[in-house]
């Protein structure tokens, strides 16, 4: 039987052209005095420091945070002491937000998220990634009581890292395809309105004819991000968006293949696992997923990401071995190399 969880949620979620001029309304609605403010150096130059000026008086400290990790995370710990904080605000990319969260999370204060790029889901969900040793971690943490996303700010972002942000969010698709399929073999815990959070905007943008990402559609894009954040923490886990495509990404990040960001590999990685899920079950279309990350300039090949062929293939046979508990179309299927290079051939992946 699943167990009756109360989800933490973000209380206060603001997707608009005006969310950068909110802040100090935000804060006061929280009752915040004494905030510590994370940043990165350059989206500190873009938007930070503006922000920094309107809310200037409750700012106690600020951190410019580099390589995100626990070291980090102690060291700003250790330099606040006994300070009465009441609130981190992390303005920068997924490697800011993802210390501004565990830093929240560990202190117990409320967090405030305004992400200067849409390059994957972690702008809203209780999950942060850190590498330790030159390895990938997740962290549970605590997910944000305010997100404010600032389209104008979005909209002008790195179109790579906006475009990173759509596979991510595209990858929800074979993700929550692999959590029905261990519900149905497997028996696990599967939650409907997660998963549908996590796949209509997905599919909604995956049927678009056309798709402008530095216009109309960022705003379904950072809607969609928004929304798996808030689906993991409902879901406890981050099934409703993480399946056998992440496992794939996990892989390459573990053997330190390639130069492609987390959205770049998981977006190869759904063409891949779609593939699977239409060849077995004729649920699914993979042209489609292809189709789509093609239309807006994303890499659809293993070339693009300096991956040669081999070492897709040692990262899916590797993607097998790991996250085990979690039942997707890979233990599944559990292709041989033989049958992984006709999906490379077919998928044109490599
Ligand atoms: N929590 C989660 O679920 C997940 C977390 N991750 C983690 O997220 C991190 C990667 O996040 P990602 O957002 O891709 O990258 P970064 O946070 O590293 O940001 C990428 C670059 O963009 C710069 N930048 C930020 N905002 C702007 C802007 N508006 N215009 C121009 N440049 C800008 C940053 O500069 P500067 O930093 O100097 O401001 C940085 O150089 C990794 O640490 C990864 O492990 C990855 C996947 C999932
Ligand atoms: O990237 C994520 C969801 O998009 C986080 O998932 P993982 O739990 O696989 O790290
Ligand atoms: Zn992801």
């Not at 935000?26 to 130059?45: F, R």
């Not at 920068?92 to 998220?113: F, I, Q, R, Y």
């Not at 849409?118 to 390895?135: Q, R, T, V, W």
């Not at 971690?137 to 305010?146: C, G, R």
Request: neutral net charge; proline residues 4%.
């Amino acid at each position: 039987m699943p167990r009756l969880m109360i989800a933490e949620l973000p209380l206060i979620v603001e997707i608009s052209e005006k969310a950068r001029k909110i802040v100090g309304e935000v804060l006061e609605s929280l009752g915040i005095s004494a905030a510590v403010l994370l940043t990165g150096h350059k989206s500190y130059e873009l938007v930070g420091a503006k922000i920094e000026e309107r809310i200037g008086d409750k700012i106690l400290n600020r951190f410019f945070i580099e390589r995100p990790s626990m070291g980090e995370v102690r060291r700003i710990e250790m330099s606040l002491s006994y300070s009465d904080v009441d609130c981190v605000i992390g303005i920068g990319g997924g490697k800011v937000l993802d210390v501004a969260k565990v830093l929240a999370s560990e202190m117990n204060v409320t967090l405030v998220n305004l992400p200067t790029v849409a390059s994957h889901d972690g702008i809203a969900s209780p999950l942060a990634s850190f590498k330790e040793n030159g390895k990938p971690v997740s962290i549970s943490t605590k997910p944000p009581t305010a997100v404010l996303a600032d389209l104008v700010i979005l909209r002008h972002s790195p179109i790579r890292l906006l475009r990173s942000g759509f596979g991510d969010l595209v990858s929800n698709v074979t993700a929550v395809k692999d959590w029905k399929l261990a519900k149905e073999k497997k028996g696990d815990a599967f939650n409907e309105v997660a998963a549908s959070m996590a796949v209509m905007p997905a599919n909604l943008l995956l049927n678009s004819d056309r798709l402008d990402l530095r216009g109309s559609d960022v705003e379904m894009l950072v809607r969609g991000l928004i929304l798996s954040g808030v689906a993991i923490a409902i879901a406890g886990s981050s099934r409703p968006a993480s399946g056998a495509e992440h496992k794939f990404s996990h892989a390459l990040d573990y053997l330190g293949y390639g130069n492609g960001t987390h959205g770049e590999q998981v977006g190869i990685g759904t063409i891949i696992m779609e593939y699977l899920h239409e060849k077995h079950y004729g649920i699914g279309d993979w042209e489609r997923v292809k189709q789509a990350l093609e239309k807006i300039q994303a890499p659809t090949t293993a070339k693009e990401i300096g991956l040669t062929r081999e070492q897709v293939i040692e990262a899916l046979m590797y993607a097998k071995r790991i996250r085990r508990k979690r039942y997707t179309i890979l233990e599944d299927v559990n292709p041989t190399k033989d049958e992984l290079e006709v999906v490379l051939n077919k998928t044109g992946v490599a």
